[in-house]
């Protein structure tokens, strides 16, 4: 049963009605461009075919109603009663989200419904965004305000970083609010201006999750923000995005060894991610490949991120022939890694590095194949009842 079926009988059995809207919002994977986001650098994803749903339907008293799924919950809250939680729940999403785009100036109206979603959480996926992402959708459905992807995105970031205490970048939401279907969208994380390419033709995305999860991240990554913030300083350039490869070579010797080695992963992985794009408008599959491979390589030995287990399963993928590249993708430290593979032998490819990973390390990994999918959208919209004229309804979402 589709996710969409699944919130949309529950809506029914709770509701005795069809829901007026259903919404998605899809989880992500980070092609290339890893450490890249705060350095006002470029980063490469693609929306997942693993999304957050929400069937749904108006309230005229202001209250937001929402159940669970996933989460086994039912709860609600005012939306002129908005107040933070001591220790975050799925809820807090909900109430983030409507409270940024309240302070936004969006005038917002209730609703009651039914959530569900199928991005794993926690596994580097980013299922926070896409639950973002989806309840920014659902009070666009019911109330009056214009639709504008970046604008939501930026909404949504700003719920993570303020009201849930996630310091994270713009990528997750950008991405899940922008996704296109089949195409990957560069991101300019500096002017988030975006532009798409598509996968190469032939080629598949696989997500490798090694099982792993990732433990003191928090102090590693604000340590590498550090790191990368004084090689910039030490250029007297607002971001190590405004160096290129060539001026960094003849001034490398300037910084000390470990950072060094951390501004060299980002002035490459910049440049890569670049180059990513154009092999991709050249539908070369090879060439992205090894740029990915590259970038597994930086990562581990330069911005030293990546994890045994990461590193076991890129091997295991690499190895493999029908990989065209393989490379941890996320904050690292654990959770997935990502593949470009030959769609014909995608299947095969999965079986064998599974087992190929569980072999070398004990674990048992998840892999999926996915598809580059559409970003935040209505999935379902019913008009009221009513006479009105046969078309759907669906003009204005
Ligand atoms: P991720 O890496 O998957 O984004 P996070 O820790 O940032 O992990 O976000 C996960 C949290 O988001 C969950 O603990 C939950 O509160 C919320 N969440 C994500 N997806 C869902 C869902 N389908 N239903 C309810 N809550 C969800
Ligand atoms: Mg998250």
Not at 12 to 23: G, L, M, R, S
Not at 85 to 95: F, G, K, R, S
Request: glycine share 8%; net charge negative.
């Amino acid at each position: 049963m589709s996710l969409a079926t699944k919130v949309s009988e529950h809506f029914v059995t709770e509701f005795a009605a069809d829901p007026a809207f259903i919404v998605r919002a899809p989880g992500r994977v980070n092609l290339i461009g890893e450490h890249t986001d705060y350095n006002d650098g470029f980063v490469f994803p693609l929306a997942i075919d693993h999304a957050a749903f929400i069937a749904l339907r108006p309230r005229d008293d202001g209250r937001v109603r929402a159940i669970s799924l996933d989460m086994g919950d039912r709860r609600e809250f005012a939306l002129d009663d908005l107040r933070p939680a001591a220790e975050v729940e799925w809820i807090d999403y909900l109430i983030g989200v409507a409270w940024v785009l309240q302070e936004r100036g969006y005038p917002l109206r209730g609703w009651e419904g039914v959530v569900g979603g199928d991005v794993p959480i926690g596994s580097g996926l980013s299922s926070s965004a896409a639950l973002e992402l989806a309840v920014a959708r659902a009070f666009y459905c019911v109330s009056d305000f214009d639709w504008e992807a970046k604008a939501m995105a930026l909404a949504c970031q700003k719920a993570e970083n303020d009201w849930l205490g996630v310091n994270c970048g713009i990528m997750d939401q950008m991405i899940s609010a922008a996704g296109l279907q089949d195409r990957a969208l560069l991101i300019d994380c500096r002017s988030l201006e975006t532009e798409s390419a598509p996968l190469p033709p032939g080629a598949a995305v696989a997500i490798l999750d090694t099982g792993t999860r990732r433990g003191l991240v928090d102090s590693a990554y604000n340590e590498r923000r550090e790191q990368c913030e004084a090689a910039a300083r030490h250029f007297v350039l607002p971001a190590l995005r405004d160096i290129d490869s060539a001026t960094y070579a003849k001034r490398a010797h300037e910084l000390d060894a470990l950072i060094r080695k951390r501004a060299r992963h980002v002035i490459h992985e910049n440049e890569r991610t670049l180059r990513a794009r154009d092999a991709m408008n050249a539908g070369d599959a090879v060439a992205l490949g090894k740029l990915m491979i590259e970038s597994h390589i930086s990562l581990r030995d330069d911005f030293e991120v990546s994890s045994p287990a990461l590193d076991a399963i890129v091997d295991c993928a690499k190895a493999d022939e029908s990989c065209y590249g393989a490379r941890m993708t996320g904050a690292g430290f654990g959770g997935c890694a990502v593949a470009l593979v030959e769609a014909d032998g995608a299947k095969d490819f999965v079986e064998r590095v599974s087992k190929c990973y569980l072999e070398a390390t004990g674990n048992q990994p998840s892999l999926y194949v996915t598809r580059a999918s559409a970003g935040a959208e209505t999935v379902v919209s019913t008009p009221p009842p009513g006479p009105l004229p046969e078309a759907s309804g669906s003009r204005r979402h």
